[in-house]
Every structure is written in structure tokens, then in C-alpha cells.
């Protein structure tokens, strides 16, 4: 219905401390999310792969609150805190995946396909042991019945169907979103890669014992020199 002109309606008692606690937890979820991109940009040195990393947040989302609808648990201050927990947890299968990938296109000079499908395989297992021995230590929380379970039991299904939901879809999206966002990436050409190897070769001086060698720098003339770390008598 539609309230006649001059007439107006306020939240009262639990439903305006709702609408509140709901009101700071969205803006912690943004600032959460703000940061971890801020992090991972840090971490990979690119600001596509974060994106690639955050794509397993959403699926995450969508496991929790299925498993609330399945277990028939209403949307909560409790079960908002378990959502917060769960996007910090979520992302850590997209991690493994794009951290070692990243690992074998540098070391083996392969396209990112062909680097992510060797290491697909190889993050498999750790991925899905990380995943059960989390979703193991929340099933306690999620069976409890004794005093303040209605505080806890929200916060633990939150957790175990957006771990279930998340890792089963990180280990299909993430890959392909991968191989699709390498193409994005502004990476060294061939040109420079084989200029800093040459010089690499031509700084090698396999007379010169270990301790003896040292690293090419530039003097305040901005010549470059080179600097000899003489051995300790």
C-alpha cells in the first residue's frame, strides 16, 4: 500500500540495529576488498592477475548463501561476519594457482595456457587439502546445539558451502580467466630480455672467485662501473 501524502515510516529497535550493523558490514566487505586487490597488485607486480585472483569471491558468495538457504538460517549480523571470514579465505585457490603459474612462465619462457595447464595439475592437491581441513574444522561449529550456537552455527555454514562452492568453480574460471587476462599484461619484449642477458655474459668472469665478483652499477658521472667485493684475508 501507499502511505497517504504527509505520512513517512522509521526503522524502530532490531530492525534499525539491522539495517546498521548491515550498513558497516557492507562498507568493511568493500574496504576488505579494496585492500586485497591493493595487496595482490603488490605481490604479482601487475594489476590484472588481482582480478583473476578476486574471481573466485562471487562463486564463494553464492555457496553461502545457498548452504543458509539450504539449512533454512536466516541473513544475520552472524552469518554477515562468516561472508567477511569467508572472502579473506576464498581467494587463497586463486593464489596458489596464478602465484605458481606466474613461477613457470618465468622460469620456462611457456604462454600462459601452456604455463597454467603444468600447473594446474601440480596446485591440484594442495588446493583441495586446504579446502577440506577448512571446511573439516567448521563442521564442529555448524553440528553445535549448547549455548551460543545460534552465533556460531551461522558463521560456519557461511563458511563450509562458500568453500564448497568456490573451490569447485576456481578450479574451471580462474584457469580460463587466466590464459584470457595474461593478454592484458604489459610484459618485457624479447628485445629486452635478450639485452639483459648479454649483459649477464658479458659481466660473467669465470676467473674471478665467488666472493671476489660483485654487480655492475654507475658511478656519480653516471658511467657504469663495476663493482668488485674484495675477499676477507
Known amino acids: 500500500e501507499v502511505l497517504p501524502p504527509g505520512y513517512s515510516f522509521n526503522l524502530e529497535g532490531g530492525a534499525q540495529t539491522f539495517a546498521e550493523s548491515f550498513a558497516t558490514l557492507q562498507f568493511t566487505l568493500i574496504l576488505g576488498l579494496i585492500i586485497a586487490y591493493m595487496v595482490l597488485a603488490a605481490q ?4 590484472v592477475h588481482p582480478f583473476t585472483v578476486l574471481l573466485a ?7 553461502a548463501l545457498l548452504a543458509l538457504r539450504l539449512t533454512d538460517l536466516s541473513i544475520s549480523l552472524f ?5 567477511i571470514l569467508l572472502m579473506g579465505i576464498a581467494k587463497k585457490n586463486s593464489i596458489l594457482l596464478v ?11 611457456l604462454a600462459s595456457h601452456e604455463a597454467m595447464l603444468r600447473a594446474a595439475p601440480i596446485r591440484l592437491r594442495p588446493i583441495l587439502m586446504t579446502s577440506l581441513a577448512t571446511i573439516g574444522a567448521a563442521v564442529p561449529l555448524a553440528l553445535s546445539t549448547g549455548a551460543g550456537s545460534e552465533t556460531r552455527v551461522p558463521m560456519a555454514v557461511t563458511v563450509m558451502g562458500g568453500m564448497m562452492v568456490s573451490t569447485a568453480f576456481t578450479l574451471f574460471v580462474v584457469p580460463c580467466a ?3 587476462l595474461s593478454r ?9 630480455i635478450a639485452e ?17 665478483r660483485g654487480r655492475a652499477g654507475r658511478d656519480e658521472s653516471g658511467e657504469k662501473t663495476k663493482v668488485i667485493k674484495e675477499q676477507e684475508s
Open 44 to 47: 604479482f607486480n601487475s594489476f
Open 57 to 63: 569471491l562471487p562463486f564463494s558468495l553464492t555457496g
Open 79 to 83: 552469518s554477515g561476519i562468516g561472508i
Open 99 to 109: 602465484e605458481f603459474a606466474n613461477q613457470i612462465r618465468e622460469r620456462d619462457r
Open 178 to 180: 587466466y590464459s584470457l
Open 184 to 192: 592484458m599484461e604489459i610484459r618485457r619484449t624479447e628485445a629486452e
Open 196 to 212: 639483459d642477458e648479454a649483459e649477464l655474459r658479458r659481466d660473467y668472469r669465470p676467473d674471478v672467485p665467488a666472493l671476489r
